[in-house]
């Protein structure tokens, strides 16, 4: 069983900061990690995964996420965030051979002008 | 990029009666699946489907709950009798390819608020 935490329910930033958000997960065997962004009143949009090699993933709209086998770790990072960023952040994670997708529990990213 | 949508996007529904959300997957997408999401909580597994058949179902998943998609039409979730505590957000999504070693990306829809009084 693969279980997700993201521990900040929410996240605060100026307009031009950087960001992480923070993801962390469960799983004994091969794994694969996704991020989707929800904007209001919308469907969940793919942002970005990871299944094996290179552990920096890049995605879209200058997004990147870092694997870490260590840390157990999928953090999500951005170097200059745009007011259009503002939504939620669901970290996904799927153990390999399986379909269903474990999300955790989302981090809604504010950001001020 | 490609879109799956959802219909209805709300629906309200009294304790009891039936009720079918429906879902237009992405056009060449083979793999289907539902998910629910009580407000304020995280989005969760309930089933996914290929080639006519239920792959792999949720506890969540329970008895009253059945997919479908006649002739390559919408697919589908009903739940026949429903309950209070089917009041959540069902998202649907599609994937080209399922598990193994093809990882395939998700599409979802915007999802249907469902509420059962």
């Known amino acids: 069983t693969q279980t997700v935490s993201q521990s900040d329910a929410h996240v605060t930033v100026f307009e031009g900061d950087s960001v992480e958000l923070r993801c962390n997960y469960s799983y004994g065997g091969s794994i694969y990690l996704s991020w989707y962004i929800q904007h209001h009143g919308h469907g969940l949009q793919f942002l970005l995964k990871y299944y094996s090699g290179n552990p920096v993933v890049q995605g879209v709209n200058g997004f990147e996420a870092e694997f870490s086998k260590s840390d157990s770790s999928f953090h999500l990072r951005k170097a200059s965030v745009h007011w259009s960023d503002s939504a939620v952040y669901f970290c996904a994670v799927r153990g390999g051979g399986a379909d269903r997708l474990t999300f955790g529990k989302g981090t809604q990213l504010i950001i001020q002008p | 990029g490609p879109k799956v949508l959802q219909i209805p996007s709300h629906q309200i529904i009294d304790m009891g009666q039936m009720v079918t959300l429906n879902c237009d997957p992405v056009?060449?997408?083979?793999?289907f699946y539902w998910y629910k999401q009580i407000l304020g909580q995280q989005m969760e597994f309930l089933v996914n489907f290929y080639n006519g058949k239920v792959m792999e179902k949720s506890k969540l998943f329970k008895d009253q709950f059945s997919v479908e998609r006649p002739d390559g039409s919408y697919f589908t979730l009903k739940i026949q009798p429903t309950a209070l505590e089917d009041s959540a957000v069902y998202f649907c999504a599609s994937s080209l390819v399922g598990g193994g070693d093809n990882y395939a990306e998700q599409f979802f829809g915007p999802g249907t608020r469902l509420t059962v009084l």
């Open positions: 056009s060449n997408h083979l793999y």
